[in-house]
Structure formats: C-alpha cells, structure tokens
C-alpha cells in the first residue's frame, strides 16, 4: 500500500488563455488524485502558472500591459477553467509568488556559494520562444531544432549551473532505475541525448535583454533563466526550506506529468538540479503525447486551437472528462475530432451508460413501486449472476493496475466492458417477461443485482465523471456518493427497500453537426438530426401530392407508433437490402426485418433508438419473420432512419 501520492502538471505560460492540451494534462492528474484518493492514498496534487520569461513579457508588451498586469489577467482564465473542469488540485502555485521567489534565490545563492553557478562570455543561438540557447551543431536547418523556428546569435556574459559534470550520473541513474521516465521510448529519448556531451546550463538573463524575472542573488543586473525557476516550483509548493515536515511528507513526487515537447527539460535539466541540490529525485516523469488535429500538433500559430471551456459547455464536463482519458491512450498521440467525440459520446455514455441506469430504475418503479427490491440470499449462486459480479469485478483488478502502470485508458475501457455486461445480463435475464411471472423473487433478484453491479460500475468512472456519477449513486439510492475501493469488492452495499429515483437523461443523445461542401463560397453545415419544417396551417390543395389519398383521424389512430431500442443488427442471408433486428419495444423483444442494408451497416444501428410501426400483423420475408416496420425518410438514394432527440426510453408512444 503506497504511503503517499503527490502528482503534478507542468506549470503552464500565461501567455495565453488554456487550450486542450493544458486541460488533458491537468484533468488527467486530476482523475488520477480522484484515485488515489478512491483507493484512501493520502494525496497532494499540484498545478499551477509559469510567470516569469520572455514570453510573458513580449505577451504583455503586445497587450500593452505590464508583465505582472499579463500574468494576473491570464491566470484567471486557468484557474476558471480548473473550476469549470472540476480540478481537485491542492495548491495552485504562481511563480510570482513570494513564497516560491524566496526559495528560488535561496538556491541560487546556494550553488553560487558552492561552485555550481559560474560566470562566463557566452556565443550561441537563441531561440525566443523556447526560451533555450543553442549550439550550432543543435540547429536544424538554421532552426530551434525543438520548435523549427528562427534563432538569434548572442554574444554576453551570463552565469551558467555546472549541469554537463552529472552527465555520467544521470546515464547511470536512468539505467538504473528503469520506471524513472516513462513511457520506455521517451527514456531512450533521453538516453539519445545524453550520448552527446552535455554543455552546462545557463541560467541567467541579462536585464539589459529581458527585466522580467526573478533578480540572481548574487547580481543585480541579471534574472533567472524561466525554466531553472519554473522547475523549483515542483518542491518550493510542498515546503522546501520553508516547511521541513511537509516537505518530508510529500517529497520525492510520485509522478510529474508532462508533455512530450518539455522532455529534456524535465529528464535532464531538473533531475541534475536536484542532484547539486542534494535532494532525492521523483519517482516518475511520465510524458504524455499531443492532441492532433488533421495530424499536426494544436498550437496558436497554427490556428487549429481546441477551446475546452467551449466544448465543456456544448457537451458537459463530464463527458469531456471522459473523452480525454478514454480516447488517449497515455504516452501516444491522439486525434481530436467533433467525430471521434460525438460517436464515443453516444456509443459509450448515452447509450450504454445512461441507457442502463435508466431501465434499471424504470423497472424497479414499475415492478416494485420505486424500492430496490431484496434479493434471493445466494444470488451469485446463479451463473448470470456470478458472471457478471466477476466481470465488474475484473475491471476493479484492471483499473487497480491501469493507475499504477499509467494506463488509465485500459481501466476506464474496463469500466465500460462492465456496463456493456450488465446490459448483456439484462439482456439475458429479460426482467419484462420475469415479471409476468407469479413469482417475483427472480425478478427481484434480477433487478438489484443490475443495480449493485452498476453502483461498482459508477464508482470506478467516479474519479472521471464525479458529478455524473455521483447522480447514479444518488439514483440508486446511496447518501455517500464518494466512493471507495472496498466497497467496489463488496457485494450488498445498496440496501433493499431503499427508494430509487428517475434522475432524468443522463447523457442526452449529441446528433452531430457536420460540415458540408462549400456553398457560394461559405461552409455550410449540416445537422444530422431529422429536420422538421415549419407548420404550414390550411395548405391549400395544391400542397396535397396528386393521387394521395386524404384519411380521417380515425383511420390514422389505428396506428401504434412506439420507441424502440435496436438491440442487435446482422445482414439477411442471400438478400443484400435487409438486415434483421432485434429491437425492444419497452420491455418486449421483436424481430423486425428492414430494407436498409444499402443505407446503413449493423454495427451503426446497434443502440439507436428508432420509431416502429408495433401493431403491424407479423409477415415473412425472405423467410424471416418480421413483427414491426421502421419509420424512415427517404428522397432519391437517400434513406435515413427517423431516431428520438435525445436519451428516452424504448416502448415510448409517438404521438
């Protein structure tokens, strides 16, 4: 059992507002915490702001401001969307904060006294943006060979901390400690660099170039160079030289979390401070990779910038919480499309997920007025039952081990082939024809033990979707909607006779907006959902299709029009327009046979809800028996599939 777990992000520049990339890094620290914490870890979780630099001053300089009036205007923005994203961080630290200044000189003057800082004339390349000085056999093609852009040849004194001497310690240290940088490749990446001989650091700026900084103790004229300052903050947060038994507590972190771009940053330039400094080195740098859109990296410069705050609002914070762990796997890149958002948002949580809670609670209010009913004493007895308690319980082991090898994409996944089970088991067991029966106890049974797997199900997707989750806790029943690991291994943690409740849609179904080809020269975009024209009132009879004939309401009223949930899909044997379904009407399976396989393909129908004709005489086709009819629009070679707007339970009427 670990003692304590302290998580960081990298402190992010406030020279502009927060994109994705800065929202993935800090969520994922956060869920991670929500873990640890989950698992009753004491935690401490650390973000925070960059201030000092060239940026943030040619930042301020463009807005006309002064750097301290940039970097208070724009770190209100991080710690907005923090509050907005749900970040449970502990500290929030600023550079420009006293209590992280004082440290920072503290060590300086430090090094200095003890030789590890000198002075000298220094002629080189300088990239302004990465705020990092180059040798000549650096450059690539006369460029920053980490960003690509141009750089400036620099001629002054500076003073500079006597890095290349650890360069034998750190090679060996690596070695050594193999789980010290992860993933494995970005360890060989370091290894790569440390093959060539390291120069020493410079770690000053001229106030003459650049007055925005923190003054060297030892001189006047100049600032510390950004990164030897930003790096500090990872141990000035937790107590160094100011706090000694905090510092002790929390220090070596458990993970710093980066991205891959400030690598050598962080796997050479910090672990060799640490080193003069005399102190222990963190258990694990682990850098993660980019989001991409159309295969490059987000960037400003490139225009192809992700706003978080806006996609939190359009989809919810949760499900964009989601989206980031699920759909990355950790250390690799991943795309970032409206797409890939959309299908796993309505395949894994609208689907899935708020499908699930809401059949369970529908059905215990209809058989068994609202209560959770009790369930027979050796219920797990029953091989559905057992396996799927073991199921759940599977992805228990794999989120266990997904957070502490840094795979939390294979727990969540895990999470979710545990809410596909209890569906599956739903499925299996079919409630709706149990409770026909005189005896209830095996719909009784039934039921709770679809609401305790999905109460262990909530809690592992706790540290990611908390508020959602929490609302299926909630609707099952539970006053404590925080949980913890002994209770996911525990069976009979809901109460029979505990009242359930309807929390409403829980992930109302995205119909996805997508763009079309240019029309006059604009964009035009065009929305999946059914569009409905405007009312027309008295059409004249001009508007009547010629040869169709007019039916009085009554005829019309004969009609039972009714929700239906595609439940399975599979092509038609020797037919290549049909495909058989398997729907449910509320709590009755039909099969239905549909001529859509030239429009749609089975693997897009599972999980949509449709509307059916449901009193239709049943009829053979191709031999298959069909016992309803699809409602579809068609025009030309176009056919589409009339859905509902939003999450709404099958066997609904449609008026």
């Known amino acids: 059992m670990q003692n304590k777990f302290y998580v960081t992000t990298p402190i992010y520049y406030v020279n502009d507002q927060p994109h994705v990339g800065h929202a993935y890094t800090t969520v994922l620290a956060d869920v991670l915490a929500r873990y640890h914490r989950l698992l009753d870890v004491p935690t401490f979780f650390l973000t925070g702001t960059d201030e000092h630099g060239q940026k943030v001053a040619k930042a301020a300089a463009a807005a006309g401001l002064t750097p301290q009036q940039q970097a208070d205007r724009t770190v209100v923005r991080f710690q907005e969307l923090w509050q907005k994203l749900g970040i449970t961080h502990d500290d929030f630290i600023r550079t420009t904060e006293e209590r992280h200044k004082v ?148 220090w070596p972190c458990s993970v710093h979390l980066i991205g891959k771009d400030i690598l050598t940053t962080h ?93 369970i609670t529908n059905m215990i209010g209809r058989y068994f007025a609202g209560q959770l009913p009790a369930p027979a004493e050796n219920a797990l007895a029953g091989p559905e039952e057992k396996t799927v308690w073991d199921t759940v319980q599977a992805a228990v082991t794999t989120l266990e081990r997904s957070v502490t090898e840094m795979r939390l994409h294979e727990g969540v996944g895990a999470a979710i082939v545990a809410v596909k089970a209890i569906n599956r088991y739903l499925e299996l067991k079919q409630p709706w024809t149990l409770a026909k029966q005189a005896d209830k106890a095996p719909l009784a049974t039934t039921l709770f033990t679809a609401a305790e797997t999905l109460r262990v199900a909530a809690g592992l997707l706790f540290p990611v979707m908390p508020e959602k989750m929490a609302a299926v806790l909630r609707s099952l029943g539970q006053t404590n909607t925080t949980p913890k690991l002994d209770e996911l291994r525990a069976w009979g943690v809901l109460k029979p006779g505990t009242p359930v409740q309807d929390c409403g849609p829980l992930f109302p179904r995205v119909e996805k907006v997508e763009e079309k080809t240019e029309v006059g020269g604009q964009k035009a975009e065009v929305s999946s959902k059914p569009q409905v024209p405007p009312a027309v009132i008295n059409p004249p009879p001009s508007t009547i299709p010629q040869g169709v004939e007019l039916l009085d309401y009554a005829h019309f009223a004969k009609l ?95 008026k």
């Open 103 to 250: 440290v920072v000189q503290k060590i300086l003057a430090d090094l200095f006294q003890r030789g590890e800082i000198y002075r000298a004339e220094y002629d080189g390349w300088y990239c302004v943006p990465c705020e990092r000085f180059f040798t000549e056999k650096d450059l690539v093609t006369g460029n920053c060979p980490d960003c690509g852009r141009p750089v400036e040849k620099i001629k002054e004194a500076n003073y500079f901390f006597r890095m290349g001497k650890y360069q034998q310690w750190l090679l060996d240290y690596i070695q050594a400690h193999p789980k010290f940088i992860q993933p494995d490749y970005r360890r060989n990446e370091t290894l790569g660099f440390l093959r060539q001989p390291l120069n020493d650091l410079c770690i000053s700026r001229p106030k003459s170039r650049l007055a925005w900084g923190i003054e060297l103790p030892f001189d006047a004229d100049y600032v510390c160079y950004v990164w030897f300052d930003a790096l500090v903050n990872y141990i000035s947060a937790v107590g160094y030289l100011s706090d000694e038994a905090a510092f002790k507590k929390w």
């Open 267 to 359: 796997t050479v330039y910090w672990p060799t401070m640490l080193q003069a400094m005399g102190l222990p080195q963190p258990e694990m740098i682990f850098a993660h990779g980019w989001w991409l859109t159309s295969g490059s990296k987000m960037s400003k410069t490139a225009g192809n910038v992700v706003d978080p705050m806006e996609l939190a609002e359009r989809f919810g914070v949760d499900a964009f919480r989601y989206f980031l762990i699920a759909e990355m796997a950790m250390g690799q890149d991943a795309s970032f499309t409206e797409d890939s958002f959309v299908r796993r948002f309505n395949a894994d949580l609208a689907n899935d997920l708020g499908n699930l809670l809401n059949r």
């Open 560 to 654: 039972e029009l009714r929700t239906a949930q595609i439940v399975t899909a599979a092509k038609v044997e020797g037919a290549d327009k049909l495909l058989k379904l398997e729907v449910l009407v509320g709590e009755e399976r039909r099969q239905i046979v549909a001529g859509i396989a030239l429009h749609y393909t089975p693997e897009q129908l599972v999980g949509k809800t449709v509307v059916v004709v449901a009193n239709l005489k049943p009829a053979k086709i191709r031999g298959v028996e069909s016992q309803g009819m699809l409602l579809a629009a068609s025009q030309g070679d176009k056919l589409v599939l009339v859905t509902v707007d939003g999450e709404f339970p099958s066997g609904a009427k449609v």
